[in-house]
């Protein structure tokens, strides 16, 4: 966090899969702006921008194999919740 006649609330930088850094999420507090509403448009900005699932997915390694079980698993999930819908 920095403080420089504004607050900006980020996340740590982190590296690329070639060694460049990224900032993954930034939010500037709004003049005005309560910390709370900042937290929360960082919360929203964080989930919209897939971070918490990105983490995940990179906390362990999947075998190629294996992950391409886990893809075909997720895509008959989404077929079946597909047909499911157009039956309602």
Known sequence: MTL????AIT???NQDQFGGV???AEVRLQEGESLENALR???RKVQTEDIIKEVKRHSFYLKPGEKKRV???LARKRARK???KEQE
């Open 82 to 84: 597909k047909t499911r």
């Open 4 to 7: 420089h006649g504004y607050l």
């Open 71 to 73: 893809k075909e698993a």
């Open 22 to 24: 990224v900032s993954l």
């Open 41 to 43: 448009r960082f919360k």
């Open 11 to 13: 996340n740590e930088f």
